[in-house]
T-cell receptor
Framework: AQSVTQLGSHVSVSEGALVLLRCNYSSSVPPYLFWYVQYPNQGLQLLLKYTTGATLVKGINGFEAEFKKSETSFHLTKPSAHMSDAAEYFCAVRITTNAGKSTFGDGTTLTVKP | KAGVTQTPRYLIKTRGQQVTLSCSPISGHRSVSWYQQTPGQGLQFLFEYFSETQRNKGNFPGRFSGRQFSNSRSEMNVSTLELGDSALYLC?????????????FGSGTQLSVL
């Protein structure tokens, strides 16, 4: 079984400030971890994913995330927020023993203030 | 390459009716999964199809069903609609449905049950 917890349903930052969105997971086997972004009235699109190898993963739009097995975390960061980053962000986990299923966190809405 | 296409974009139904939603995956993608998105429950996995076979199913009642055709297009059906079925239904596709693959999402079908 697998689960995801996103800490903070709403995060507000100023333009140019650091963005940090938190994600912790629980999994009985090594997980694959994903961050997706959803803009209003749209589906989700992938920001980045961790499968194997390097634990620091770089994604689109300047986002990156670090897989920390000891902390069961996969937090999403961006050094400098842009107004266009305002959206809802979802962390997701998949495991090989549960084919085809992604388990999503409840989402974090990011607001960027001018 | 065309993205994942979901039709219709909006649907309004009344309690007790049934509804069929359609999803056309990206060309070459054989896995199609469905998710229900609501403000209270977040993104919940409904089921996943691969090569016309349901490989995995979430915790939804039997009123929710689906199928996949030989061209990988998928439909989901909800019978005897309830008010609580009002949600955004998202379809996602991937090549094989492997756990390390990213999902490509459609824009969803917004279902309102009155």
């Amino acid at each position: 079984a697998q689960s995801v917890t996103q800490l903070g349903s709403h995060v507000s930052v100023s333009e140019g400030a650091l963005v940090l969105l938190r994600c912790n997971y629980s999994s009985s086997v090594p997980p694959y971890l994903f961050w997706y972004v959803q803009y209003p009235n749209q589906g989700l699109q992938l920001l980045l994913k961790y499968t194997t190898g390097a634990t620091l993963v770089k994604g689109i739009n300047g986002f990156e995330a670090e897989f920390k097995k000891s902390e069961t975390s996969f937090h999403l960061t961006k050094p400098s927020a842009h107004m266009s980053d305002a959206a809802e962000y979802f962390c997701a986990v998949r495991i090989t023993t549960n084919a085809g299923k992604s388990t999503f966190g409840d989402g974090t809405t990011l607001t960027v203030k001018p | 390459k065309a993205g994942v296409t979901q039709t219709p974009r909006y649907l309004i139904k009344t309690r007790g009716q049934q509804v069929t939603l359609s999803c056309s995956p990206i060309s070459g993608h054989r896995s199609v999964s469905w998710y229900q998105q609501t403000p209270g429950q977040g993104l919940q996995f409904l089921f996943e199809y691969f090569s016309e076979t349901q490989r995995n199913k979430g915790n939804f009642p039997g009123r929710f069903s689906g199928r996949q055709f030989s061209n990988s297009r998928s439909e989901m059906n909800v019978s005897t609609l309830e008010l609580g079925d009002s949600a955004l239904y998202l379809c996602a596709s991937s090549v094989q449905g492997a756990s390390n693959e990213k999902l490509f999402f459609g824009s969803g079908t917004q279902l309102s049950v009155l």
